[in-house]
């Protein structure tokens, strides 16, 4: 992919993104942590976090889907740093 594509594709993940930076960081953090028991390819520890932290579940797990986090260690690989 072009590099002004893929520019472009992550601004506009960005100005979609329905959490912050910041929490998106927070949330990369609490997966760090709590995948030390591994990953069972859903996203159980990722709503675990949003629903603490109030944040709209589905909304961000589909969010997260089209960034590449598929699961809660793909989301650490593929997703941390997005915002
Ligand atoms: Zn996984």
New binding site residues.
């Given amino acids: 992919m072009a590099k002004e594509a893929a520019e472009r594709m992550r601004k506009q993940a960005t100005a979609e993104a329905p959490l912050t930076k910041v929490e998106l960081d927070a949330l990369c953090d609490f997966l760090d942590e709590s995948l030390s028991e591994g990953?069972?390819?859903?996203h159980r520890f990722t709503r675990t976090f949003l629903a603490c932290h109030k944040l709209p579940e589905d909304r961000v797990v589909s969010w997260l889907g089209e960034n590449g986090g598929?699961?809660?260690?793909?989301v650490l690989a593929n997703v941390e740093g997005t915002l």
């Fill in positions: 990953c069972d390819h859903s598929y699961c809660d260690c793909e």
